[in-house]
């Protein structure tokens, strides 16, 4: 069973950075695409970026383009979500999750199959 845990959230003020690691145990990443989703209370959660499994190919929700990059490290069965910029519709919970079965990128939670348990950013006005 893998196992996937996300640190580094906090509270920030608006305009500050933050950088997401999601350590992953059991199968190595590198046979899979990563993905980081967020989610607000009452509403769905949405994606925000994905990474293919040897990291050339990302992709990235309209809202936090030129703002947050995804990267991994696969020697490291880590990924990371650099987050700069952040304005206070950026506050949620985020998720990372793991997709053995992609072959380059998704944008759908429903393809990934493990989740980490989610880790708050709430940033301040």
């Known amino acids: 069973q893998e196992q996937l845990v996300e640190s580094g959230g906090g509270l920030v003020q608006s305009g500050a950075s933050l950088r997401l690691s999601c350590s992953v145990s059991g199968r190595a990443v590198s046979s899979a695409v990563m993905g980081w989703f967020r989610q607000v209370p009452g509403k769905e959660r949405e994606f925000v970026a994905t990474i293919s499994r040897t990291g050339s190919t990302t992709r990235y929700t309209d809202s936090v383009k030129g703002r947050f990059t995804i990267s991994r490290d696969n020697a490291r069965n880590t990924v990371y979500l650099q987050m700069n910029n952040l304005k206070p519709e950026d506050t949620a919970v985020y998720y990372c999750?793991?997709?053995?079965?992609?072959?380059?990128?998704?944008?759908?939670?429903?393809?990934?199959?493990?989740w980490g348990q989610g880790t708050q950013v709430t940033v301040s006005s």
């Open positions: 999750a793991i997709d053995f079965g992609g072959f380059l990128v998704s944008t759908t939670e429903f393809d990934y199959d493990y």
